[in-house]
């Protein structure tokens, strides 16, 4: 299984994280003590049901049947520039990086642009994201990443989503939600 993660800050930033990356709902996030400060950016990720490679942007969607909201969480002085990029891998790729919320069947492909992630924290609304404000096809993103990387069943594909990231601090409830089904509650510790 990959989890292949697409960045916002840079049209082309993709970025690859490991399973043990990924916290299930219902489970806690417990802050790292390797830096001073985490955001969260909402994320939808998109579940690859299907093996390929060089797929063509009109078939992808017969790759991808399920999506789910998640959190992306950022090491934040590690992401700044640095003349160590490796610093910069380290902030998205880390262990607890995704908290990933449960997967949802998608009827009609083509509403997955259309998708929206919401953030709660501690009850209020926090942030918001949505596949179609970043000018991102999702179709276009799986084509083009199946040039590099063969797509297997099981492999996940992590879009940030939103201008805005919350800071997490610790005794936070955040919940998360894809077109208002809420399928994510992690507490911070």
Do not use: W
């Amino acid at each position: 299984m990959k989890i292949i993660g697409i960045g916002r800050e840079l049209p082309n930033q993709v970025y690859l994280m490991t399973d043990s990356a990924i916290i299930k709902s219902n489970k806690p996030f417990f802050v790292p003590h390797f830096a001073q400060s985490f955001t969260g950016t909402p994320a939808i990720v998109l579940h690859i049901d299907r093996l390929g490679r060089h797929i063509a942007p009109r078939f992808a969607h017969r790759y991808c049947h399920a999506v789910a909201p998640a959190i992306k969480v950022t090491a934040r002085e590690l992401a700044m520039p640095q003349p160590n990029e490796a610093s910069s891998a380290l902030a998205h790729s880390f262990d607890g990086a995704l908290l990933l919320g449960d997967f949802t069947t998608v009827d009609a492909p083509e509403s997955i642009n259309s998708s929206e992630v919401t953030i709660e924290r501690n009850g209020e609304r926090a942030a918001l994201g949505r596949l179609n404000d970043i000018a991102l096809d999702y179709r276009k993103l799986i084509s083009q990443l199946s040039v590099y990387f063969t797509l297997k069943m099981g492999d996940m594909i992590v879009v940030e989503l939103g201008s805005s990231d919350i800071e997490l601090r610790m005794g936070d409830t955040l919940h998360a939600a894809i077109d208002g089904n809420q399928k994510l509650t992690i507490r911070v510790k």
